[in-house]
C-alpha cells in the first residue's frame, strides 16, 4: 500500500468513529467508569460492540478508547482489546485544554 493509500484509509477508518457528544469537548471534568465509556461508544457507534472496544487508562485518567477496525472498514471483535481494558472504579477525562483556557478567560 501507497503511503497516499495508506493515509486515506486512516482518515475513513477515523471517520468511522463517532465519539459520544458527552465526551466531544466537555466544559468541565467528567468521571465514569471505564465501562460506562465502553457503552457510550457502543451506543453512539452502529455496528460497534463491547467487544471491539477498549478503555485504558493510568492512574487517574483515560488515556486513549481503542476500538478495532478491520481492513474491510468494519467494526469487528479482537480479543487483544480485553489486556488494554482499565481495570479502575472510574476514571476522569478532564476538559479539552481549549475549554480550560475558555474557562480561566471568562473568570474576573
Not at 459520544?20 to 457503552?39: H, K, M
Not at 472496544?53 to 481503542?66: F, H
Request: aromatic share 4%; with cysteine.
Amino acid at each position: 500500500m501507497s503511503p497516499h493509500a495508506l493515509f486515506e484509509t486512516v482518515r475513513k477508518a477515523r471517520a468511522l468513529v463517532k465519539i459520544p457528544d458527552d465526551y466531544l469537548a466537555p466544559a468541565q471534568e467528567i468521571t465514569a467508569a471505564p465501562a460506562e465509556v465502553a457503552d457510550a461508544f457502543v451506543k453512539a457507534n452502529a455496528g460497534l460492540t463491547r467487544a471491539s472496544v477498549a478503555v485504558s487508562c493510568d492512574a487517574k485518567r483515560l488515556t486513549e478508547v481503542r476500538i478495532c477496525i478491520g481492513k474491510d472498514l468494519k467494526f469487528h471483535d479482537c480479543g487483544e482489546v480485553e489486556q488494554h481494558t482499565c481495570r479502575r472504579a472510574q476514571i476522569v477525562m478532564p476538559p479539552p485544554q481549549h475549554a480550560e483556557r475558555k474557562a480561566a478567560a471568562a473568570q474576573p
